[in-house]
């Protein structure tokens, strides 16, 4: 039996393109991986998913993330948190609780975040018992969260940082059927960041988050390449947002967070329908 895994890329209020797919996902009963990897907001899609609730991400995204208590910038500039994720989680899981067997125990779901003492991706099983802090993890923006999440004897930020989408990882754990969720349009390619001084200024306690976020761009793209050029032994299919997907990381405007979702919504049906059809012939 080939391998199949579903790897969804974060990007913050991005993501509500991915809960859109994974809804659609869920309107036609469709869960055939072996395994789920997310990043940030990317894995925070997955718990609703996996739970089999749908709009529970797209109410996370417009409704709880789109509120003063997580995004703040007068906070900020007072020292305190662009964005509280921590908050963010424990009111997702209040207002909107799920069935912990069902998410965790059932297909096994892994999230990748930045290590803070080696700067590399840590991927980990996300638990009943760590699913708090192993999300508050992956989601962690440096600089924007002032937190360091901790646990299991080590301490994170974002997963981003040092891989956005861990398709790779995988490809290196035996999947070889891979759908990836992506939160640019496919023509996206990041850039490298202009003012290296600045990032060395801003992780200067931290020599190698520096390095991997002036990396970031590097590995991105590999990532891309990756995808869009897959090994003989594989194959992999894309879900990417439209050209004119116009979410950015902090859009807080509700109606443009519908339209993303909408896009999502259908691309998901798109790529479920071309599936259909390949298999019957």
Known sequence: MVKKALVVEGGAMRGIFASGVLDSFLHHDYNPFDFVMGVSAGASNLVGYLAEQPERSFRVITELATS?????PLRFMKGGDLVDVKWLIDESNRQYPFDKDKVFQR??????????????????????ENHVKALEATAALPIAYKQTPCFSGECYTDGGVSDSIPVIEAYRRGARDI?????????YEMQSPKTTWLTKKLFARHPHIARSMLLRARNYNKSLDFIKHFPEDAVIRVIAPPENFAVKRLTMKKHMLEEGYEMGLKSGELHLSHRSMTLKK
Do not use: C, K, M, W
């Not at 003063?68 to 703040?72: D, H, I, P, S």
């Not at 080696?118 to 099983?125: F, K, M, P, Q, V």
């Not at 759908?179 to 023509?187: D, F, W």
């Open 179 to 187: 759908t990836v969720i992506l939160s640019h349009p496919l023509s």
């Open 107 to 128: 297909v096994p779901f892994y999230a990748a975040a930045t290590n803070v003492e080696t700067g590399r991706a840590d991927y980990y099983r996300i638990t009943a």
């Open 68 to 72: 003063r208590q997580f995004f703040n």
